[in-house]
Structure formats: structure tokens, C-alpha cells
């Protein structure tokens, strides 16, 4: 089963220079998650997806950052104009959907990751 | 909004030595998952836990949910090298539809 892939794995750009990312989720994963992850911290949640609608954007700064999941498999995060404090690194996940009937949670699959330097 | 916290934030043994993390929450739970993220990797899920009292073991790593489903352990026997990364909690109360992640413990092993 291949995992979830990500572009690029590395991106540097000066701040108030736009930049994108892809994922390209497990096949079958109806619910795709954005993190952004600051060096030694745990990951944040930007946005969560389930199939192409939202479900959790309330950590998503909106005024700069923004993300689509049109046909409900690829999704791509953007962010426009880029400033200093969003260097991390993004996480893309994905899960079969997010909760088991029984209450439980599906395990998150994690791409590698793309390495943000804003200079 | 709901709070998870992780306790040590960091944890440097030697290797052999048993090691310990804390997860505490102030409310009340539904689940919890435990991942591991290597130097340099990313997160891989290792274990969820759903019910009170609930006690899972993965060959030395045994996981703890708390009777009231507010805390959580992991606990590692007789470290190795390959235990090295930070470990986090992620957890999930009520009809949440989204995971809160603690900031990890940061495990460092002595050869």
C-alpha cells in the first residue's frame, strides 16, 4: 500500500513570497489533515477535510493560508504572502474517515513532510 | 478550549533504563493515540486506547489509559537505542471531530 506522498520535501523563499504544497492522500482516505509542526513542537492542525468539504479550519490563518481538496483525493496548501514565523515543517494526513462507530478514531497515516524556510 | 499536557517535556536515559510519559487532559475523554516521531521523520501512529482502565502492551512499550479517562501512560521497559524520538499523545473528547496533540516527550538513550 503506497503511503501518503508530498511535494515538495523542501522549500525556501523569502517572506511575502507565495508557496505551495501537495498531498496526495492514502487511496480510499476519505478525511486528509494539514499540520504545521514548529521545531520542537507537537503538530498543529490547519485544516481537516473529510472527502472535498471542511471540517476544522479554526486554527487556519485565513488571511494568508488557504487549502482545497476539489475532487476529494489530492489537496494542495497555500500560503500568500509567507512571513518569517510560518518556517515548520507541513504535515499531510490522512485516515479512512475520522471515527469508528464506536467512538474510537481511525490511526493517521503522515507523508514525510515539507520543510518551510521563510527568509 | 481543551487543554492535553505532556509531561517530562524531555527524558535522557541510559540504555536499560526504563522510561516514562505522561499525558493529562482536563476533561473528560473518548480515545487516545499514542504516535512516535524519529529525529528527522514523521509521526507513526502506535496504539490507540479507548476504554477506562484500559492496559495495551506492544513487545516493551506497555500503554496506560487512566480510570477517569483524563490521563494517560506509556511506558517503555529496558530502553534501546532505537526508542530514541519524541513521543506524542493525541486525544479526542466528546463529539470532537478532531485530534489535540501534546508537545511530546523528547526520549534521548545513552548506549
Known amino acids: 500500500e503506497a503511503g501518503v506522498a508530498q511535494s515538495p520535501r523542501y522549500k525556501i523563499i523569502e517572506k511575502r513570497q507565495s508557496v505551495a504544497f501537495w498531498c496526495n492522500p492514502i487511496s480510499g482516505h476519505a478525511t486528509l489533515y494539514w499540520y504545521q509542526q514548529i521545531l520542537g513542537q507537537g503538530p498543529k492542525l490547519l485544516i481537516q477535510f473529510q472527502n472535498n468539504g471542511v471540517v476544522d479550519d479554526s486554527q487556519l490563518p485565513k488571511d494568508r493560508f488557504s487549502a482545497e481538496r476539489l475532487k476529494g483525493v489530492d489537496s494542495t496548501l497555500k500560503i500568500q504572502p509567507a512571513k518569517l514565523e510560518d518556517s515548520a515543517v507541513y504535515l499531510c494526513?490522512?485516515?479512512?474517515?475520522?471515527?469508528?462507530?464506536?467512538?474510537?478514531?481511525?490511526?493517521?497515516?503522515f507523508g514525510p513532510g515539507t520543510r518551510l524556510t521563510v527568509t | 478550549g481543551q487543554q492535553v499536557m505532556q509531561i517530562p517535556q524531555y527524558q535522557h536515559v541510559q540504555e536499560g533504563e526504563d522510561f516514562t510519559t505522561y499525558c493529562n487532559s482536563s476533561t473528560t475523554l473518548s480515545n487516545i493515540q499514542w504516535y512516535k516521531q524519529r529525529p528527522g521523520g514523521h509521526p507513526v501512529f502506535l496504539i490507540q486506547l479507548v476504554k477506562s482502565g484500559e492496559v495495551k502492551k506492544q513487545k516493551r512499550l506497555t500503554f496506560q489509559f487512566g480510570e477517569a479517562k483524563k490521563n494517560s501512560s506509556l511506558h517503555i521497559t529496558a530502553t534501546q537505542t532505537t526508542d530514541v524520538g519524541t513521543y506524542f499523545c493525541?486525544?479526542?473528547?466528546?463529539?470532537?471531530?478532531?485530534?489535540?496533540w501534546g508537545l511530546g516527550t523528547s526520549l534521548a538513550v545513552n548506549p
Open positions: 493525541a486525544v479526542n473528547a466528546g463529539n470532537n471531530r478532531k485530534l489535540i
Open positions: 494526513a490522512s485516515s479512512l474517515v475520522f471515527r469508528r462507530s464506536d467512538g474510537s478514531s481511525y490511526e493517521q497515516y
